[in-house]
């Protein structure tokens, strides 16, 4: 398991022009430290920023003022040790499941036994086994976006960086993989950046909740999750969990914008 890595973001800004059209401000002075090992989630309104800030933080894009680190080093393109799961999944339709969730080892080497194992391992924990022999195109979009979180697992990263991973999920299904989801932080210690539009998710997954601001991009707030490290889902039923919920639930009635939320 590779050392988990600490991120920063320095005064970040995040201008998209386009000739003879008005320039978007994306995000707007962001600044963040995220220590080795913790996870944040990151909430805002559709459109606001979450996906720019996670690509800049990939070293997708390059911020048009500030500064983007990674363990300390500044980031100035992708490592292998930073994986990002995609809102959308982004899965290659030729290949097989297992072959998706093998493609980071096939990158680096020729995968072996070891590696098939571990992505058993991982789709099992997915609810996909019985699927690693099919293709994309067969699975629901839910289904889809767990081979993706799978695929982004599988590269044993230092940091992982979420956009969204569960969207796609039923209310049931997206329980049970927000508990596993602590259960593997807990396990790897992977510096984790999760963004969601779900603010119970948020509190539940996270150590610290990054609220921003509809567009461009600001931090309205950082909470401090009052919960302790280890957790089970009977912490959802908790004062401390409402209050955290309700304290996020309201810069976006404030904002006017709780229903893109
Ligand atoms: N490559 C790009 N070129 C031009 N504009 C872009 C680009 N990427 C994002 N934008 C603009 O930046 C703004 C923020 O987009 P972004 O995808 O980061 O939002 P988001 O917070 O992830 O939204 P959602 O919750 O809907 O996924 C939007 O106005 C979008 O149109
Ligand atoms: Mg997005």
């Known amino acids: 398991m590779p050392t988990p890595l600490g991120l920063t973001a320095r005064n970040v800004t995040q201008v998209f022009g386009a000739r003879g059209k008005e320039p978007v401000v994306a995000l707007e002075d962001f600044s963040l430290d995220v220590a080795p090992g913790e996870f944040v989630a990151v909430v805002g309104p559709s459109g606001c920023g979450k996906t720019t800030l996670l690509r800049t933080f990939a070293g997708l894009a390059e911020p048009t003022t500030g500064e983007v680190s990674v363990g300390g080093e500044p980031l100035r393109k992708p490592r292998r040790d930073v994986s990002m799961m995609f809102q959308a999944p982004t899965l290659?339709?030729?290949k097989t499941v297992l072959g998706n969730c093998?493609?980071?080892r096939e990158i680096d080497h020729r995968v072996d036994d070891r590696d098939r194992a571990r992505a058993h391992e991982l789709l099992a924990w997915a609810g996909l086994?019985?699927?690693?022999d099919r293709r994309p195109h067969e699975l629901s979009g839910g289904m889809q976006q767990r081979v993706a979180i799978c695929r982004a697992l599988m590269a044993d990263p230092a940091v992982l960086l979420l956009d969204e991973p569960f969207g796609a999920l039923d209310a049931m299904t997206r329980e049970q993989?927000?508990?596993d989801m602590r259960r593997i932080w807990s396990a790897s210690?992977?510096?984790t950046l999760l963004i969601t539009h779900d603010?119970?998710?948020a509190v539940f997954l996270a150590q610290r909740v990054v609220v921003l601001s509809s567009r461009p991009g600001r931090t309205l707030d950082v909470i401090d999750v009052p919960l302790p490290r280890e957790?089970?889902?009977a912490v959802i039923q908790t004062p401390e969990f409402a209050a955290a919920c309700g304290r996020i639930r309201s810069y976006f009635i404030r904002e006017g914008s709780h229903a893109a939320l």
Request: proline content about 14%.
């Open 92 to 94: 290659l339709p030729w």
């Open 102 to 104: 093998l493609l980071p």
């Open 129 to 132: 086994d019985g699927f690693a």
């Open 177 to 179: 993989m927000n508990v």
């Open 189 to 191: 210690g992977v510096t």
């Open 199 to 201: 603010i119970p998710e």
């Open 231 to 233: 957790r089970d889902i």
